[in-house]
């Protein structure tokens, strides 16, 4: 299984526009994995997990070929999660041609928070069979808990509680005998939450950093969270010697320049992602 990470930081970007901290003036500065465009993944090529406003152009630039996706996994509708006016492009009359068929797995909460967002540009209805004949795609709604198959792949639906009202989830995904845990925007895991995640050994591991240690503005996971949790994860075997394990949708709150980063992470055991960044496991 390959995947290559589309993008890496938080609601905000990095650095932030606008902002003169010490940590966004170093990053522009420094350029490279100190850019960060908003979080987004693609497995083998043809999964996409998160339309956010930088998905297309990541995928332009890391060599991924956007007419070959054929599914779109929305861990939930947040604005740097899913972007509307790149989803209604597949009108027909944007004069779109072959369009390959998309099957899109998200919440109904989800689903539902983007459609107000496509009506913003489009009169579409996500839900509409006129609408899914001339996009060319179908909706699967999932829930906690939900163990499905689609196509070669195994997805398991896991609530994040980072945002109740739209039921985001975090998503394992598995393909043959690989298993990968994609952990972003995450609040907290839950027992039941655990009680999932403790039937899997993974082969790769990605979570929420947006704040760095001892730093936490809330709705998501922090440096000392995440330690904490590959710490968990390592002890009960649900990470072994051989699992990769990243920090994703990172935020200049908290968090230091890639390197920096990295060091801290690495003594702790796992890495800091980066924009490009390509895996095979
Ligand atoms: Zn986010
Ligand atoms: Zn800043
Ligand atoms: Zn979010």
Redesign the pocket.
């Known amino acids: 299984m390959k995947i290559t990470i589309l993008g890496t930081a938080?609601?905000t970007s990095m650095p932030l526009a606008f902002c003169n901290c010490t940590v966004c003036k170093k990053a522009r500065l420094l350029g490279g994995k100190n850019f960060r465009k908003?979080?987004s993944a693609v497995i083998n090529d043809e999964l996409l997990i998160d339309l956010g406003p930088d998905s297309v152009n990541a995928c332009s630039m890391y060599g991924i070929d956007n007419g070959s996706i054929k599914y779109l996994l929305q861990t939930h509708s947040?604005s740097?999660?899913f972007d509307a006016g790149h989803f209604v492009t597949r009108m027909s009359a944007y004069a779109v041609k072959d369009l390959t068929h998309l099957s899109i797995i998200c919440s109904a909460g989800t689903a539902d928070d983007m459609n107000h967002m496509i009506k913003e540009n489009e009169d579409i209805d996500l839900c509409s069979k006129k609408w899914m004949e001339d996009l060319n795609y179908d909706l699967r709604l999932i829930k906690h808990g939900d163990n499905i198959e689609v196509d070669g792949y195994k997805i398991i639906a896991i609530d994040s509680r980072h945002d109740t009202n739209i039921e985001s989830m975090i998503y394992i995904i598995a393909q043959e005998d690989k298993y990968v845990l994609y952990g972003?925007?995450l609040l907290e895991l839950t027992d039941e939450a655990w009680e999932i995640l403790g039937r899997y050994k993974f082969d790769a591991v990605f979570f929420d950093q947006?704040y760095g240690a001892g730093y936490n503005a809330g709705g998501h996971l922090d440096a000392d969270m995440v330690n904490e949790y590959v710490s968990r994860m390592k002890v009960s075997g649900m990470i072994g010697a051989r699992t990769l394990v990243f920090a994703t949708?990172i935020s200049h709150e908290g968090n230091d320049i890639h390197e920096a980063m990295e060091t801290m992470a690495a003594a702790n055991g796992y890495h800091i992602a980066y924009d490009g960044m390509s895996i095979e496991i």
């Open positions: 938080a609601a908003r979080a947040h740097d999660h972003t925007d947006t949708h």
